[in-house]
Protein backbone atom coordinates (compact mmCIF):
# COMPACT_ATOMS: atom_id res chain seq x y z
CA UNK A 1 0.00 0.00 0.00
CA UNK A 2 3.12 2.51 0.10
CA UNK A 3 5.84 3.13 -1.51
CA UNK A 4 6.40 -0.68 -2.90
CA UNK A 5 3.63 0.59 -5.69
CA UNK A 6 5.32 0.98 -8.65
CA UNK A 7 6.13 4.96 -9.70
CA UNK A 8 3.33 6.31 -11.75
CA UNK A 9 0.84 4.06 -10.35
CA UNK A 10 -0.20 4.85 -6.78
CA UNK A 11 -0.91 9.50 -5.65
CA UNK A 12 1.61 10.43 -2.47
CA UNK A 13 -0.07 10.45 0.64
CA UNK A 14 -0.50 14.24 0.32
CA UNK A 15 -2.49 13.46 -3.03
CA UNK A 16 -4.48 10.72 -1.43
CA UNK A 17 -5.29 13.21 0.99
CA UNK A 18 -6.50 15.75 -0.90
CA UNK A 19 -8.83 14.15 -3.14
CA UNK A 20 -10.62 11.61 -0.82
CA UNK A 21 -14.31 12.81 -0.59
CA UNK A 22 -15.34 13.94 2.41
CA UNK A 23 -16.73 11.52 4.67
CA UNK A 24 -18.22 11.22 8.48
CA UNK A 25 -14.57 10.78 9.07
CA UNK A 26 -14.16 14.30 8.49
CA UNK A 27 -17.01 15.31 10.57
CA UNK A 28 -15.62 13.21 13.41
CA UNK A 29 -12.10 15.09 13.24
CA UNK A 30 -14.02 18.63 12.91
CA UNK A 31 -16.07 17.47 15.98
CA UNK A 32 -13.20 16.98 18.18
CA UNK A 33 -11.26 19.81 16.89
CA UNK A 34 -14.14 22.12 17.50
CA UNK A 35 -14.57 20.90 21.21
CA UNK A 36 -10.41 21.19 21.66
CA UNK A 37 -10.85 24.36 20.38
CA UNK A 38 -14.10 25.23 22.92
CA UNK A 39 -12.04 23.93 25.80
CA UNK A 40 -9.10 26.08 25.13
CA UNK A 41 -11.15 29.20 24.14
CA UNK A 42 -12.64 29.04 27.38
CA UNK A 43 -8.86 28.85 29.60
CA UNK A 44 -7.70 31.67 27.12
CA UNK A 45 -9.90 34.32 27.85
CA UNK A 46 -11.05 33.15 31.52
CA UNK A 47 -8.88 35.84 32.83
CA UNK A 48 -10.07 38.39 31.29
CA UNK A 49 -14.04 37.71 32.03
CA UNK A 50 -13.23 38.08 35.87
CA UNK A 51 -10.41 40.20 35.77
CA UNK A 52 -12.40 43.40 37.83
CA UNK A 53 -13.37 40.37 40.38
CA UNK A 54 -9.47 39.33 40.56
CA UNK A 55 -8.13 42.64 41.03
CA UNK A 56 -10.55 43.37 44.05
CA UNK A 57 -9.62 40.29 45.43
CA UNK A 58 -5.68 40.79 45.09
CA UNK A 59 -6.55 44.71 46.08
CA UNK A 60 -4.84 46.29 43.29
CA UNK A 61 -5.91 48.30 40.76
CA UNK A 62 -7.17 47.00 37.24
CA UNK A 63 -3.94 48.24 34.67
CA UNK A 64 -1.83 46.65 37.59
CA UNK A 65 -3.28 43.23 35.69
CA UNK A 66 -2.02 44.71 32.52
CA UNK A 67 1.74 42.63 32.77
CA UNK A 68 -0.15 39.66 33.94
CA UNK A 69 -2.25 39.59 30.65
CA UNK A 70 0.51 40.09 28.82
CA UNK A 71 2.74 37.80 30.36
CA UNK A 72 -0.67 35.12 28.84
CA UNK A 73 0.54 36.82 25.49
CA UNK A 74 4.30 36.26 25.91
CA UNK A 75 3.72 32.36 26.89
CA UNK A 76 1.40 31.88 23.65
CA UNK A 77 4.18 33.18 21.36
CA UNK A 78 6.87 31.14 23.54
CA UNK A 79 4.36 28.08 22.68
CA UNK A 80 4.07 28.77 19.30
CA UNK A 81 7.86 28.37 18.65
CA UNK A 82 8.59 26.53 21.17
CA UNK A 83 6.39 23.72 22.09
CA UNK A 84 4.05 23.48 19.17
CA UNK A 85 7.02 22.55 16.60
CA UNK A 86 7.97 19.60 18.96
CA UNK A 87 4.85 17.48 17.04
CA UNK A 88 7.20 16.97 14.34
CA UNK A 89 9.19 14.56 16.76
CA UNK A 90 6.04 12.86 18.54
CA UNK A 91 2.92 13.62 16.67
CA UNK A 92 0.20 16.26 16.49
CA UNK A 93 -2.26 14.20 18.33
CA UNK A 94 -0.27 13.42 21.15
CA UNK A 95 1.11 16.91 21.35
CA UNK A 96 -2.14 18.39 21.18
CA UNK A 97 -3.10 15.64 24.46
CA UNK A 98 -0.26 16.54 26.23
CA UNK A 99 -0.98 20.15 25.98
CA UNK A 100 -4.22 19.75 26.54
CA UNK A 101 -3.11 18.44 30.06
CA UNK A 102 -0.99 20.99 30.52
CA UNK A 103 -3.59 23.67 29.98
CA UNK A 104 -5.74 21.85 32.87
CA UNK A 105 -2.91 21.98 35.48
CA UNK A 106 -2.19 25.60 34.90
CA UNK A 107 -5.88 26.48 35.99
CA UNK A 108 -5.58 24.42 39.13
CA UNK A 109 -2.33 26.26 39.76
CA UNK A 110 -4.03 29.59 39.20
CA UNK A 111 -6.64 29.00 41.97
CA UNK A 112 -4.01 28.53 44.50
CA UNK A 113 -2.01 31.58 43.74
CA UNK A 114 -1.91 34.37 46.26
CA UNK A 115 0.22 37.17 44.46
CA UNK A 116 0.35 39.03 41.28
CA UNK A 117 3.53 37.36 40.30
CA UNK A 118 2.43 33.85 40.97
CA UNK A 119 -0.66 34.49 38.74
CA UNK A 120 1.11 36.05 36.09
CA UNK A 121 3.68 32.66 35.93
CA UNK A 122 1.02 30.60 35.67
CA UNK A 123 -0.79 32.24 32.96
CA UNK A 124 2.51 32.41 31.04
CA UNK A 125 2.74 28.56 31.28
CA UNK A 126 -1.19 28.59 30.46
CA UNK A 127 -0.78 30.45 27.07
CA UNK A 128 2.67 28.14 26.30
CA UNK A 129 0.25 25.14 26.26
CA UNK A 130 -2.93 26.72 24.97
CA UNK A 131 -0.81 28.18 22.06
CA UNK A 132 0.55 24.18 20.86
CA UNK A 133 -3.35 23.11 21.19
CA UNK A 134 -4.64 25.51 18.68
CA UNK A 135 -1.41 25.50 16.43
CA UNK A 136 -1.43 21.47 16.08
CA UNK A 137 -5.21 21.18 16.21
CA UNK A 138 -5.41 23.82 13.35
CA UNK A 139 -2.21 21.80 11.34
CA UNK A 140 -3.82 18.35 12.10
CA UNK A 141 -7.57 19.13 11.00
CA UNK A 142 -5.89 20.36 7.79
CA UNK A 143 -3.78 17.73 6.97
CA UNK A 144 -7.07 15.54 7.30
CA UNK A 145 -9.21 17.64 5.09
CA UNK A 146 -9.48 17.28 1.65
CA UNK A 147 -8.32 20.22 -0.42
CA UNK A 148 -11.81 21.41 -1.37
CA UNK A 149 -13.11 21.49 2.23
CA UNK A 150 -9.86 22.56 3.32
CA UNK A 151 -10.84 25.84 4.46
CA UNK A 152 -14.24 24.72 6.13
CA UNK A 153 -13.35 22.35 8.08
CA UNK A 154 -10.29 24.46 9.54
CA UNK A 155 -12.76 27.46 9.67
CA UNK A 156 -15.45 25.24 11.42
CA UNK A 157 -12.77 23.74 13.38
CA UNK A 158 -11.34 27.69 15.03
CA UNK A 159 -15.18 28.23 15.36
CA UNK A 160 -15.04 25.51 17.94
CA UNK A 161 -13.03 28.65 20.50
CA UNK A 162 -16.90 30.67 20.14
CA UNK A 163 -18.94 27.79 22.35
CA UNK A 164 -16.01 28.09 25.42
CA UNK A 165 -16.58 31.78 25.08
CA UNK A 166 -20.31 31.59 25.55
CA UNK A 167 -19.77 29.45 28.21
CA UNK A 168 -17.38 32.28 29.92
CA UNK A 169 -20.57 34.57 29.42
CA UNK A 170 -22.92 31.94 31.24
CA UNK A 171 -20.20 31.87 33.93
CA UNK A 172 -20.06 35.63 34.19
CA UNK A 173 -23.83 35.78 34.45
CA UNK A 174 -24.82 33.09 36.93
CA UNK A 175 -21.66 31.47 38.63
CA UNK A 176 -18.90 34.77 38.89
CA UNK A 177 -21.05 36.59 41.44
CA UNK A 178 -22.46 33.61 44.15
CA UNK A 179 -18.85 31.86 43.79
CA UNK A 180 -16.43 34.14 43.73
CA UNK A 181 -13.39 33.88 40.54
CA UNK A 182 -11.89 30.41 41.51
CA UNK A 183 -15.37 28.92 39.78
CA UNK A 184 -13.87 29.71 36.64
CA UNK A 185 -10.98 28.20 36.73
CA UNK A 186 -12.03 25.19 38.24
CA UNK A 187 -13.98 24.79 35.14
CA UNK A 188 -11.30 25.68 33.07
CA UNK A 189 -9.11 22.67 34.44
CA UNK A 190 -11.99 20.49 34.85
CA UNK A 191 -12.83 20.85 30.96
CA UNK A 192 -9.23 19.56 29.46
CA UNK A 193 -9.42 16.24 31.55
CA UNK A 194 -13.16 15.13 30.45
CA UNK A 195 -11.65 15.77 27.07
CA UNK A 196 -8.91 13.80 26.55
CA UNK A 197 -10.41 10.04 27.22
CA UNK A 198 -12.49 11.14 23.51
CA UNK A 199 -9.33 12.46 21.75
CA UNK A 200 -7.12 9.13 23.00
CA UNK A 201 -10.18 6.98 21.43
CA UNK A 202 -11.02 8.44 18.31
CA UNK A 203 -8.53 11.64 17.35
CA UNK A 204 -6.07 10.01 14.44
CA UNK A 205 -2.71 10.92 14.46
CA UNK A 206 -1.49 12.98 11.05
CA UNK A 207 -1.30 10.49 8.04
CA UNK A 208 1.69 12.68 6.77
CA UNK A 209 3.55 12.33 10.46
CA UNK A 210 2.97 8.57 10.05
CA UNK A 211 4.01 7.74 6.41
CA UNK A 212 6.87 9.86 7.17
CA UNK A 213 7.89 7.99 10.25
CA UNK A 214 6.94 4.39 9.55
CA UNK A 215 4.90 3.44 6.58
CA UNK A 216 4.23 0.53 7.57
CA UNK A 217 2.60 1.83 10.56
CA UNK A 218 -1.25 -0.15 11.29
CA UNK A 219 -2.37 3.46 12.37
CA UNK A 220 -1.55 4.74 8.83
CA UNK A 221 -3.15 0.93 7.23
CA UNK A 222 -6.48 2.33 9.44
CA UNK A 223 -7.00 5.55 8.59
CA UNK A 224 -5.97 5.37 4.99
CA UNK A 225 -8.96 2.27 5.07
CA UNK A 226 -11.12 4.70 6.44
CA UNK A 227 -10.90 6.63 3.79
CA UNK A 228 -11.14 4.70 0.81
CA UNK A 229 -13.72 3.46 -1.15
CA UNK A 230 -15.07 0.04 0.03
CA UNK A 231 -12.80 0.24 3.31
CA UNK A 232 -9.58 -1.31 1.68
CA UNK A 233 -5.95 0.49 2.05
CA UNK A 234 -6.09 2.61 -1.05
CA UNK A 235 -2.00 2.36 -2.58
CA UNK A 236 0.06 5.41 -2.08
CA UNK A 237 3.68 6.41 -2.14
CA UNK A 238 5.72 8.31 0.18
CA UNK A 239 6.68 12.04 -0.56
CA UNK A 240 10.20 12.47 -1.06
CA UNK A 241 12.27 13.46 2.24
CA UNK A 242 14.41 15.66 0.14
CA UNK A 243 12.25 18.91 0.97
CA UNK A 244 12.72 18.18 4.51
CA UNK A 245 16.24 19.07 4.04
CA UNK A 246 15.82 22.36 3.49
CA UNK A 247 16.83 24.41 6.27
CA UNK A 248 14.50 26.46 8.41
CA UNK A 249 16.74 29.64 7.86
CA UNK A 250 16.40 29.22 4.49
CA UNK A 251 12.49 28.71 4.25
CA UNK A 252 12.31 32.25 6.09
CA UNK A 253 14.02 33.63 3.28
CA UNK A 254 12.41 31.87 0.47
CA UNK A 255 9.71 33.99 2.15
CA UNK A 256 11.40 37.26 1.45
CA UNK A 257 12.35 36.47 -1.71
CA UNK A 258 11.44 38.78 -5.32
CA UNK A 259 7.96 38.98 -5.74
CA UNK A 260 7.52 38.01 -1.99
CA UNK A 261 9.10 40.34 0.17
CA UNK A 262 5.84 43.14 -0.32
CA UNK A 263 3.23 40.66 0.17
CA UNK A 264 4.58 38.89 3.36
CA UNK A 265 5.37 42.46 4.76
CA UNK A 266 2.09 43.67 4.41
CA UNK A 267 0.39 40.26 5.67
CA UNK A 268 2.78 40.47 8.84
CA UNK A 269 0.91 43.84 8.67
CA UNK A 270 -2.52 42.47 8.85
CA UNK A 271 -1.74 40.22 11.38
CA UNK A 272 -0.39 42.62 13.71
CA UNK A 273 -3.72 44.92 13.19
CA UNK A 274 -6.09 41.68 13.80
CA UNK A 275 -3.94 40.17 16.84
CA UNK A 276 -3.43 44.22 18.17
CA UNK A 277 -7.15 44.38 18.43
CA UNK A 278 -7.57 40.92 19.82
CA UNK A 279 -5.10 41.20 22.73
CA UNK A 280 -6.02 45.40 22.95
CA UNK A 281 -9.89 43.95 23.50
CA UNK A 282 -8.90 41.76 26.58
CA UNK A 283 -10.09 44.95 28.61
CA UNK A 284 -13.68 44.71 26.93
CA UNK A 285 -15.26 42.97 30.32
CA UNK A 286 -13.96 45.91 32.57
CA UNK A 287 -15.11 48.39 30.56
CA UNK A 288 -18.08 47.48 30.19
CA UNK A 289 -18.62 46.71 33.68
CA UNK A 290 -16.11 49.79 34.51
CA UNK A 291 -16.70 52.30 32.53
CA UNK A 292 -20.05 51.82 30.81
CA UNK A 293 -21.75 50.70 33.92
CA UNK A 294 -23.30 47.59 33.74
CA UNK A 295 -24.34 44.55 35.69
CA UNK A 296 -22.50 41.56 36.11
CA UNK A 297 -25.33 40.25 34.23
CA UNK A 298 -25.31 42.28 31.70
CA UNK A 299 -21.70 41.59 31.11
CA UNK A 300 -22.62 38.56 30.32
CA UNK A 301 -24.89 39.11 27.60
CA UNK A 302 -22.44 41.24 25.97
CA UNK A 303 -20.26 38.27 25.74
CA UNK A 304 -22.66 35.79 24.43
CA UNK A 305 -23.66 38.38 21.42
CA UNK A 306 -20.21 38.74 20.71
CA UNK A 307 -19.57 35.23 20.65
CA UNK A 308 -22.56 34.08 18.68
CA UNK A 309 -22.59 36.94 16.10
CA UNK A 310 -18.38 35.82 16.25
CA UNK A 311 -19.66 32.11 15.61
CA UNK A 312 -21.65 33.37 12.45
CA UNK A 313 -18.90 35.33 11.45
CA UNK A 314 -16.36 32.32 11.45
CA UNK A 315 -18.56 29.74 10.18
CA UNK A 316 -19.77 31.74 7.16
CA UNK A 317 -16.77 33.53 5.81
CA UNK A 318 -15.65 30.62 3.43
CA UNK A 319 -18.65 30.75 1.72
CA UNK A 320 -18.36 34.98 1.15
CA UNK A 321 -14.85 34.63 -0.11
CA UNK A 322 -15.99 31.75 -2.61
CA UNK A 323 -18.15 33.62 -3.87
CA UNK A 324 -17.20 37.06 -3.75
CA UNK A 325 -13.18 36.73 -3.15
CA UNK A 326 -10.84 37.70 -0.45
CA UNK A 327 -10.13 41.17 -2.02
CA UNK A 328 -13.43 41.99 -1.64
CA UNK A 329 -14.66 40.67 1.37
CA UNK A 330 -11.59 40.68 4.09
CA UNK A 331 -10.14 43.73 4.22
CA UNK A 332 -13.74 45.34 3.95
CA UNK A 333 -15.02 43.09 7.21
CA UNK A 334 -12.17 44.50 8.97
CA UNK A 335 -13.31 48.04 8.08
CA UNK A 336 -16.57 47.10 9.00
CA UNK A 337 -15.61 46.21 12.53
CA UNK A 338 -13.61 49.60 13.16
CA UNK A 339 -16.53 51.40 12.04
CA UNK A 340 -18.33 49.58 14.72
CA UNK A 341 -15.78 49.70 17.26
CA UNK A 342 -16.55 53.27 17.31
CA UNK A 343 -20.62 52.42 16.95
CA UNK A 344 -19.94 50.69 20.40
CA UNK A 345 -18.14 54.14 22.48
CA UNK A 346 -21.11 56.39 20.85
CA UNK A 347 -23.97 54.21 21.61
CA UNK A 348 -23.18 53.18 25.03
CA UNK A 349 -24.71 51.86 27.16
CA UNK A 350 -28.21 51.90 24.87
CA UNK A 351 -28.86 48.90 22.65
CA UNK A 352 -27.36 50.81 19.70
CA UNK A 353 -24.20 49.22 21.87
CA UNK A 354 -25.41 45.93 21.36
CA UNK A 355 -26.06 45.75 17.65
CA UNK A 356 -22.68 47.65 17.08
CA UNK A 357 -21.46 45.06 19.28
CA UNK A 358 -22.50 42.06 17.23
CA UNK A 359 -21.66 44.02 14.19
CA UNK A 360 -18.13 43.95 15.29
CA UNK A 361 -17.88 40.58 16.48
CA UNK A 362 -19.17 39.38 13.54
CA UNK A 363 -16.77 41.32 11.25
CA UNK A 364 -14.01 40.81 13.45
CA UNK A 365 -13.85 36.87 13.85
CA UNK A 366 -14.75 36.08 10.23
CA UNK A 367 -12.05 38.49 9.10
CA UNK A 368 -9.15 36.90 11.56
CA UNK A 369 -10.51 33.28 10.14
CA UNK A 370 -10.01 34.91 6.58
CA UNK A 371 -6.28 35.54 7.22
CA UNK A 372 -5.74 32.03 7.76
CA UNK A 373 -6.71 31.89 3.94
CA UNK A 374 -4.99 34.19 3.00
CA UNK A 375 -1.48 33.28 4.65
CA UNK A 376 -2.10 29.60 3.16
CA UNK A 377 -3.09 31.00 -0.23
CA UNK A 378 -0.08 33.01 -0.72
CA UNK A 379 2.99 30.76 -0.16
CA UNK A 380 3.67 27.45 -2.04
CA UNK A 381 3.19 23.91 -0.53
CA UNK A 382 7.07 24.36 -0.27
CA UNK A 383 7.22 26.78 2.63
CA UNK A 384 3.52 27.68 3.56
CA UNK A 385 3.84 26.01 6.92
CA UNK A 386 7.03 28.26 7.80
CA UNK A 387 5.12 31.25 6.08
CA UNK A 388 1.70 31.02 8.19
CA UNK A 389 3.54 30.15 10.95
CA UNK A 390 5.64 33.18 11.49
CA UNK A 391 2.93 34.90 10.27
CA UNK A 392 0.83 33.97 13.27
CA UNK A 393 4.40 34.85 15.47
CA UNK A 394 4.54 38.08 14.40
CA UNK A 395 0.61 38.66 15.31
CA UNK A 396 1.64 37.53 18.92
CA UNK A 397 4.55 39.34 19.22
CA UNK A 398 2.12 42.38 18.83
CA UNK A 399 0.12 40.13 21.45
CA UNK A 400 2.60 41.43 24.05
CA UNK A 401 1.87 44.80 23.87
CA UNK A 402 -1.61 44.60 23.02
CA UNK A 403 -2.99 44.87 26.78
CA UNK A 404 -0.97 47.48 27.29
CA UNK A 405 -2.07 49.54 24.40
CA UNK A 406 -6.00 48.82 25.30
CA UNK A 407 -5.01 50.00 29.23
CA UNK A 408 -3.81 53.57 27.62
CA UNK A 409 -7.60 54.73 28.13
CA UNK A 410 -8.36 53.28 31.54
CA UNK A 411 -4.34 54.96 32.63
CA UNK A 412 -5.60 58.47 31.24
CA UNK A 413 -9.11 58.38 31.97
CA UNK A 414 -10.62 58.84 28.81
CA UNK A 415 -13.84 56.73 28.98
CA UNK A 416 -15.48 54.02 27.12
CA UNK A 417 -15.12 56.58 24.23
CA UNK A 418 -11.60 56.80 24.11
CA UNK A 419 -11.29 52.61 24.51
CA UNK A 420 -13.20 52.27 21.69
CA UNK A 421 -11.14 54.43 19.91
CA UNK A 422 -8.38 52.51 20.11
CA UNK A 423 -9.41 49.33 19.30
CA UNK A 424 -10.61 50.44 16.38
CA UNK A 425 -7.17 51.40 14.97
CA UNK A 426 -5.68 48.49 14.70
CA UNK A 427 -8.63 46.96 13.02
CA UNK A 428 -8.33 49.78 10.28
CA UNK A 429 -4.68 49.26 9.74
CA UNK A 430 -5.11 45.22 9.17
CA UNK A 431 -7.97 46.15 6.69
CA UNK A 432 -5.37 48.76 4.47
CA UNK A 433 -3.19 46.21 4.91
CA UNK A 434 -4.55 43.65 3.18
CA UNK A 435 -6.45 45.82 1.06
CA UNK A 436 -2.78 47.02 -0.26
CA UNK A 437 -1.47 43.08 -0.08
CA UNK A 438 -4.52 41.82 -2.36
CA UNK A 439 -4.00 44.83 -5.08
CA UNK A 440 -0.42 44.23 -5.04
CA UNK A 441 -0.80 40.49 -5.17
CA UNK A 442 -3.95 38.97 -6.14
CA UNK A 443 -4.95 35.73 -4.50
CA UNK A 444 -7.74 33.20 -5.90
CA UNK A 445 -10.43 31.84 -3.31
CA UNK A 446 -9.33 28.83 -4.43
CA UNK A 447 -6.23 29.18 -2.77
CA UNK A 448 -4.03 29.50 -6.14
CA UNK A 449 -2.43 32.95 -7.05
CA UNK A 450 -4.11 34.59 -9.90
CA UNK A 451 -1.79 35.72 -13.06
CA UNK A 452 -0.84 39.11 -12.51
Not at 225 to 238: C, R, Y
Amino acid sequence: MTDTAQPGTAPDIETFLDNVPFSRFHVKVMALGALAMLVDGFDLGVLSWVLPMVSDDFGVKRVDLTWVISMQMIGMALGAYFIAPLADQVGRKKLVMIAMLGVSVCCFVTILTQTVLQLAIARLVTGMFASAVIANMVALSSELAPARQRSTVVTVVLAGAMPGAILGSLMQAFLLEPFGWHVAFWLGGVMPLLLLPPLLMFLPESPKFLATRNPADPRLRAIVASLSPGGSPAAFTVPDKAEGSVSSLQRVRELFAPGLALPTTLLWLGFLGSFGFISAATWKTTVFRDLVGLGWQNVGITTGIGVVAGAIGMVTIGVTIDRYGFKAIVPTYFLIAAAAAIGMALLAPGWGMYVALAINALTQHAAHAGLASIASSLYPTRNRATGVGLAYGAGRAVSVIGPFYGALALEHGWGALGYFFLLAGPLACAGVMLLILLTVRPIQAAGRVAAH
